[in-house]
């Protein structure tokens, strides 16, 4: 078994044990099983897996870091949500918005930042839909 903590800037987001956890990271996606050898990932806007007794619960997280050392796994990320958490309404609003603010394409829009707040979006709603 992996023994998995899940911090977010708030605190203690999850703390137990899985079978398995699938993650993407900014270089691909990965499975990590106990045994596996160390890691340190960044992960990516995605979905991140985690099984537990025997089933797989998908949750939508907003980037972060991995480490996963004797198998124990550390995951800071700035948001994540499990896919029965996810207001599919607010996050399609969200993207609505930010569709809206890169449409616009003006000086006084932040480009990047709509970028973002797309992915994140999307994510949610690919999530919420699983």
């Not at 998908?58 to 029965?84: C, F, P, S, W």
Request: aromatic share 2%; charged share 30%; proline share 2%.
């Amino acid at each position: 078994m992996l023994a998995v903590k899940i911090i977010t800037p708030t605190g203690l987001y999850l703390e137990g044990e899985c079978e398995a956890i699938h993650a993407t990271t900014v270089e691909g996606e990965m499975t990590l099983l106990p045994s596996h050898m160390p890691v340190v990932a960044m992960l990516a806007t995605s979905k991140l897996s985690l099984k537990r007794d025997g089933d797989y619960k998908h949750y939508a997280v907003a980037g972060g870091m991995l480490h996963l050392h004797r198998d124990q796994v550390n995951i800071l990320t700035d948001a994540i949500e499990g896919e029965k958490e996810i207001d599919l309404k607010r996050a399609e609003a969200a993207k609505e918005r930010a569709l809206k603010r890169l449409e616009k394409k003006d000086s006084a829009t932040n480009i990047r930042r709509a970028e973002v707040a797309l992915e994140k979006a999307i994510n949610r709603i690919r999530v919420a839909n699983h």
